[in-house]
């Protein structure tokens, strides 16, 4: 389920830029815990960003990105009252979608 | 001219060079920082512990199954605009000077039913201080950009002020120090972080007015009472009760120090 994503997005000359906050602990699979054993790998390594349902970016991620990765990018096109939608995927199987409107 | 004096010039002239370009280079240093803080604050991730923290605020839970929405921080049941920026201050029902969390714990209690002890107890990062944390982030974000308003008028306010004063230049621990060997003068600085001066309104303000925070380094949202605790800890105190009355002393004197400054909550560190 994940906790909620804060998604921003504004239309500006014909190119919409979107930013993305996602909550996650992005563990790398390397840090050990107080008594030595492994913590188990835990990221995010699917993002798929939509605008009024057609997909704009896919990414793959690694365990590379820091905890509660910011993602901004921009995509031509859209308009005010667009409605944006951003799915993460993570390697555990856990997944969260959340939406925002474009202003 | 005779050499002697020409070569003390010349002293004089490439010691003034050298102290030219160390002071430059303090300032590159310190508008590095502010312009890493200003990029960081487009997205800063306190803003998912404030969603975090709206959801706790809404959501039923505890032997009554009652929200927290009924609680009153100062400013009328359920009134979360602004109210931190009001904050510490005198509540006649608990007939106590109550910051933030303490103030969240009497919710807690009356409203939800809920024992506030596992919560004093935890550690900071144990889920019952990170549902404190959630709460102090999102109950202060709701006071961004307001002025800061402690004003102590009760005279339990008054005297929760002069205990915070005295608190803040009480050397103890074994290496005696004080808050105010940190923070009680102007112009110090740990490494390349600067040190609010907390007697004075300007230092109160940027102390007072970033906290709760984000700190990049560890991924953490603290509260205030997290970081007085640290306080405390790196002074080799004891370690403070939560929301204990020393805690809340202290915020009281920051608090209305930085009166009339604007609240930049929440805030982010390093």
């Given amino acids: 389920m994940g906790s909620p994503m804060k998604i921003r997005a504004s239309v500006k000359e014909g190119v919409t830029e979107i930013k993305v906050l996602m909550g996650h602990e992005m563990e790398t699979g390397q840090r050990k815990d107080a008594n030595g054993a492994v913590i188990p790998a835990w990221f995010i390594n699917e993002v798929t960003a939509k605008l009024d349902g057609k997909t704009v970016m896919q990414a793959q991620w690694g365990p590379s990105i820091s905890k509660n990765p910011y993602l901004a990018f921009k995509v031509k096109g859209g308009k005010a009252g667009d409605k944006v ?3 993460w995927v993570d390697n555990k199987g856990d997944t969260r979608t959340d939406e925002a409107t474009v202003t | 001219m005779d050499r002697a004096s020409v070569g003390i010039m010349a002293f004089l002239a490439v010691s003034a ?4 370009a160390a002071y430059a280079q303090k300032d590159a240093a310190q508008e590095g920082i502010e312009a890493y803080r200003e990029a960081l ?7 998912l512990y404030e969603a975090s923290g709206e959801e706790l605020w809404k959501t039923p839970g505890g032997p009554k199954a009652a929200s927290l929405e009924r609680c009153d921080l100062g400013l009328g049941p359920g009134v979360v605009r602004g109210a931190y920026a009001l904050l510490p201050r005198y509540f006649a029902d608990t007939d106590r000077v109550q910051d933030l969390e303490s103030r969240l714990l009497t919710c807690m209690q009356t409203l939800q039913g809920k024992d506030p002890k596992p919560y004093v107890e935890a550690s900071f990062t144990a889920p019952p201080k990170e549902e404190m944390n959630a709460l102090a982030a999102y109950i202060s974000g709701q006071s961004r950009d307001a002025p800061i308003a402690a004003t102590p008028r009760h005279p339990k306010e008054q005297a929760m002020y002069e205990l915070g004063k005295r608190m803040f230049n009480y050397q103890g621990g074994p290496y005696d120090f004080s808050c105010a060997t940190c923070h ?19 230092g109160a303000a940027a102390g007072w007015g970033s906290w709760p925070a984000y700190r990049v380094s560890s991924g953490q949202m603290w509260s205030m009472q997290w ?11 004891p370690e403070p009760v939560y929301t204990s009355d020393a805690t809340i002393a202290l915020s009281m004197y920051m608090a209305v120090n930085a009166s009339g400054a604007t609240m930049k909550t929440p805030g982010i560190k390093r």
């Avoid at chain 2, 007085?228 to 105190?237: G, M």
């Fill in chain 1, 85 to 87: 939608s951003v799915t």
């Fill in chain 2, 17 to 20: 060079a050298a102290a030219t």
């Fill in chain 2, 41 to 47: 604050q487009d997205g800063n991730p306190a803003e």
């Fill in chain 2, 184 to 202: 009680g003068q102007e112009g110090t600085r740990i490494r390349l972080q600067d040190l609010p001066y907390i007697p004075g309104a300007k």
């Fill in chain 2, 227 to 237: 970081r007085l605790n640290d306080c405390f800890r790196q002074q080799r105190f």
